[in-house]
């Protein structure tokens, strides 16, 4: 079985991160994508073949420096927070479209956070078309309906095996085989049964099982499936 985790955040030292990717592949998990959003993020993803660099809402309304995006794979992450920030969604929306207008003319795909944020992540989408991954999707089906609409493909965290998130659950059942994606977002979010634990890219095997169940599927093709389709997504 190979695993793909498609988001996966390192701040740790270079030994913490160089652990927790030995750890991925004795589980299965034989590619990771480093995901950044803030300079420490951003710095973390150095050294992956994987590779997604960005500005995140945290860093909205800031003096950003230039990044240099020569061989990664995405920008990212980018998007629209508003559970916790909602007083900063016009500068949020400002360098949203701005790092969208960047993808586009750097031909990369995207790695979008959405949170409490639909209308406005729509908007956006639909008056600067791209591509890529609705990262750690939390929404309703409609909302992922919606994405799916526009050509992205939605990336599905433990947070599928969370008891009260059945929102995720039949959003998950949404999804065509071909557009789905499963992710970490290490070191946040680790599934049951890992929760209480700073969550890590091995931890993907267990919402790739809980996925395929959901799913009606063998967990051996559901990782080969989410597999191709990250590659599909993000190069081989």
């Avoid at 750690?136 to 433990?158: A, E, K, Q, V």
């Amino acid at each position: 079985m190979e695993l793909f985790d498609t988001h996966a955040h390192f701040e740790g030292t270079p030994d913490e991160t160089r652990a927790a990717v030995e750890r991925a592949h004795d589980a299965g998990v034989t590619r990771i994508m480093s995901v950044g959003g803030s300079e420490s993020l951003n710095k973390g993803t150095e050294g992956f073949r994987y590779r997604a660099i960005g500005w995140d809402r945290d860093q909205a309304g800031r003096d950003l420096p230039k990044l240099d995006y020569t061989g990664v794979a995405a920008v990212g992450e980018i998007g629209l927070d508003y559970h916790y920030s909602p007083e900063t969604r016009a500068a949020q929306c400002e360098l949203f479209a701005r790092q969208l207008e960047l993808a586009r003319s750097l031909g990369l795909p995207v790695v979008i956070h959405t949170r409490d944020a639909d209308d406005d992540t729509l908007g956006l989408l639909r008056e600067i078309p791209s591509r890529g991954i609705i990262h750690c999707f939390t929404g309703t089906p409609r909302f992922c309906r919606d994405l799916l609409d526009l050509g992205f493909m939605i990336s599905i965290s433990g947070i599928v095996t969370f008891r009260a998130a059945e929102n995720v659950r039949e959003s998950a059942l949404v999804v065509p085989d071909d557009r789905i994606l499963i992710e970490t977002d290490s070191p946040f979010l680790a599934p049951v049964p890992m929760r209480g634990n700073a969550n890590e890219p091995a931890f993907i095997v267990h919402t790739a099982r809980f996925l395929a169940d959901l799913r009606n599927t063998q967990v051996e093709d559901f990782a080969r499936l989410t597999t191709d389709n990250a590659l599909r997504t993000l190069g081989g």
